[in-house]
């Protein structure tokens, strides 16, 4: 049934267009995984793979509409392996990487005893900084 002004679309165009954004879901699936590995692997930078996480989502949304369209047993095994790794990269980025607990002194406590050198390689102290305002910024510098 058409809508008058709205063109139809063939039974065609609308399978062609399934497997199209079925193929998108797994290709932002396996970019981001990709992209990960290429960072760990060969550029040794250890960084959360959040993108990754991100781009399964999309690209699972994306195959969750093509097999609504016109589900095969194919696009639903797809999906569901896809379901899978992106349960994965979001349970290995909330539970087995998730950022430490804050255990520094609160707001307004005192620092604690500490030594650090400076950017010009002097020492510096608690006791230096003390009796005027001061801002301490932590670089960790690159693992």
Not at 63 to 85: D, E, I, N, S, Y
Request: charged residues 10%; glycine residues 10%; hydrophobic residues 55%.
């Amino acid at each position: 049934m058409a809508i008058e002004g709205i063109p139809s679309q063939t039974s065609a165009e609308a399978s062609a267009a399934g497997r199209r954004l079925f193929r998108l879901g797994w290709v932002l699936l396996l970019v981001g995984l990709a992209i990960y590995a290429i960072q760990l692997f060969a550029l040794k930078q250890y960084v959360v793979p959040w993108y990754a996480a991100i781009l399964a989502t999309i690209g699972v949304a994306g195959m969750l509409v093509a097999v609504v369209q016109r589900w095969t047993v194919w696009r639903l095994v797809g999906l569901v392996v896809c379901l899978l790794v992106m349960a994965g990269e979001w349970l290995f980025l909330t539970v087995v990487t998730p950022a430490p607990a804050y255990q520094g002194p609160g707001i307004g406590k005192a620092l604690p005893e500490f030594s650090a050198i400076d950017q010009n390689g002097a020492t510096v102290t608690r006791n230096n900084l003390l009796g005027r305002p001061t801002v301490l910024l932590f670089f960790r510098g690159h693992w």
